[in-house]
């Protein structure tokens, strides 16, 4: 790999990676879904059905796979 497609690989994977730790964390109850999503009820039910760490853990593979 040259130089050129390293540097667009390596800024691929952190888009990758921020959209992965975003849909992660936006099954915190916490997190203000508002401000950045239209499928604020779909996350609510998620929120509820996916609490645990190893639920998580595995939703977070599943999209970092998907993307």
């Known amino acids: ?7 667009l690989y390596q800024n691929l994977k952190s888009i990758k990676d921020v959209w992965r730790e975003s849909a992660v964390d936006s099954l915190n109850p916490n997190t203000d879904l ?7 009820e779909s996350l609510k039910i998620m929120q509820q059905k996916l609490s645990s760490r190893e639920e998580l853990e ?6 970092n796979n998907v993307i």
Do not use: G, P, S
């Open 1 to 7: 790999m040259n130089e050129k497609q390293e540097l």
């Open 58 to 63: 595995t939703y977070r593979k599943v999209v």
């Open 34 to 40: 508002i401000a950045w999503t239209d499928v604020e």
